[in-house]
C-alpha cells in the first residue's frame, strides 16, 4: 500500500509538487488525466481478485485496506484525507489484488489511472521522480508497518496507534482498531481499561 500524509498536499496536483517540480506543460496534461469519484460508506472502493487500476488522493472521508485469513479480518491501513494510497503489487504488476479497500464514510478521491501514469513518467522527468519518491516512502511504511505488527506488544502498538493516528479514534469502529492492531476486541477492551 502506498500511504503517506504529506502536510500541505490540498490535492493531487498540490502532492505532484511537493515531491517533484513538474513543467506547467505535465501539470496541465496530469490535471487533464485526473478524475474524481465518490464512494458512500460502506461501497468497497476495490474488492479482493480485482486488478488496481488507479492511484487515488483522499480528498474527503477516510478508507481501509484489509484481507481476510479464514474468518479473520486483517486491516493493514486507515487512509483519511490528504493521503494517497493504492494497492501497490495489484496496481504495479497489474495483477488480483489479494486486499480490498472499503470506504468507512462517504468519501471523495481524485484517481489517476495506472496507464496514464506510466505515459506521464515515460515523457516526464518530473513525473518520475514523483513515483520513484512515493513509491520510497511506500516502502519505509511497509517496511515500520511489518516490523511493527511483528515486534510490537498490543499495548505498545496501540500507543503508536495513538501518536501516529489518534485523530482517527473518534473516526473508526473498534473493532476496526483491533484488526489494525492484530488483536481480539476483549484484548482492546484490556487495553482500554488500564490505560
Known amino acids: 500500500m502506498i500511504s503517506h500524509q504529506f502536510p500541505g498536499a490540498t490535492d493531487f496536483l498540490n502532492l505532484v509538487s511537493l515531491l517533484s517540480q513538474p513543467e506547467s506543460e505535465t501539470e496541465s496534461l496530469l ?8 464512494y458512500r460508506k460502506g461501497e ?14 483522499v480528498d474527503s472521508g477516510l478508507v481501509k485496506t484489509f484481507f481476510y485469513t479464514g474468518t479473520r479480518e486483517f486491516i493493514m ?18 495483477q488480483p ?7 468507512l464514510e ?10 496514464d501514469l506510466e505515459m506521464l513518467c515515460s515523457r516526464y522527468h ?3 521522480t514523483f513515483y520513484r519518491k512515493l513509491l520510497s516512502l511506500a516502502a519505509v511504511h511497509m517496511m515500520d508497518r511489518i516490523g511493527g505488527t511483528l515486534e510490537e506488544k498490543a499495548l505498545v502498538a496501540y500507543r503508536k496507534f495513538l501518536k501516529e493516528h489518534g485523530s482517527l479514534l473518534q473516526r473508526i469502529s473498534l473493532a476496526d ?4 492492531l492484530g488483536i ?12
Not at 489484488?97 to 470506504?103: C, D, E, I, N, R
Not at 468519501?107 to 496507464?115: A, E, H, P
Not at 481480539?184 to 490505560?195: E, G, H, P
Open 31 to 38: 490535471a487533464s488525466k485526473l478524475f474524481e469519484k465518490k
Open 44 to 57: 468497497l472502493i476495490l474488492e479482493t481478485g480485482q486488478v488496481c487500476k488507479q492511484i487515488y488522493f
Open 77 to 94: 491501513r486507515f487512509f483519511p484525507e490528504g493521503h494517497m494510497f493504492t494497492v501497490l503489487d495489484s496496481f504495479l504488476l497489474q
Open 97 to 103: 489484488s489479494s486486499y480490498s479497500v472499503l470506504a
Open 106 to 115: 462517504d468519501t471523495t478521491v481524485t484517481c489517476l489511472n495506472y496507464d
Open 126 to 128: 518530473s513525473m518520475e
Open 177 to 180: 482498531l483491533a484488526s489494525y
Open 184 to 195: 481480539t476486541q476483549v484484548s482492546l477492551s484490556r487495553i482500554l481499561a488500564v490505560k
